[in-house]
């Protein structure tokens, strides 16, 4: 008996203090106190207003770092040399303007890999080439530079036996 007359009382006390509290609500208020030691109240931010992040692929890459939607300008390599020095060889990749390259390196094996995002190697013609030269120097198998897609170049230095070594550097005298 005390047992069912806990239950009715348990199950009581959970419906009162579920329906039986009053709703309560919150107001925004957008005062500004003029006394020095108080704060402004802030409004509080509604979802509706939030600003939605990218839900697509294209959304997110339109996301660019220079804070437009407009595709970063494509540079034009319109020439390149493969120079034997006294170190080994350099290569020499010549842009129209003169502009400053971004490079990707990466190494795999006996190869060096380098991904130039935002360029395209072209002709000044215009007119798309690949650039390949075979031993160029000893314990170099070949130095390709192509396109891999309409906005990448590639340059790959296959080492012979073992990776080679590469100094990486810009010079607005070629």
């Known amino acids: 008996m005390l047992k069912l007359w806990l239950r009715s009382l348990s199950f009581l006390v959970s ?3 579920v329906f039986g509290v009053p709703p ?5 208020v957008n005062q500004v106190s003029t006394a020095s030691n108080e704060l402004p109240i802030a409004t509080i931010r509604r979802v ?3 600003q939605r992040p990218a839900m697509t692929v294209k959304e997110w890459l339109s996301q ?5 939607n407009q595709p970063a300008e494509i ?8 120079n034997p020095t006294d170190k080994g060889v350099e290569v020499i990749l010549q842009t129209s303007l003169g502009q400053q390259l971004q490079l990707v390196n990466r ?3 006996n190869n060096f890999i380098v991904d130039i995002p935002n360029a395209q ?3 000044p013609n215009g007119k798309s080439y690949t650039f390949r030269s075979d031993k160029p120097i000893a314990d170099l198998r070949e130095i390709t530079v192509t396109n891999i897609d309409a906005n990448t170049v590639r340059v790959t230095v296959m080492g012979e036996k073992a990776l080679p070594t ?3 550097f810009d010079d607005n005298n070629w």
Request: aromatic share 0%; charged share 15%.
């Open 48 to 50: 509706h207003n939030l």
């Open 15 to 17: 419906v009162v203090s």
């Open 64 to 68: 660019s770092e220079s804070g437009n």
């Open 107 to 109: 190494s795999t094996g």
């Open 121 to 123: 190697l072209r002709l």
């Open 166 to 168: 590469v100094e990486l």
């Open 75 to 82: 540079v034009q390599v319109t020439g390149v040399k493969a």
């Open 24 to 28: 309560t609500l919150a107001e925004v």
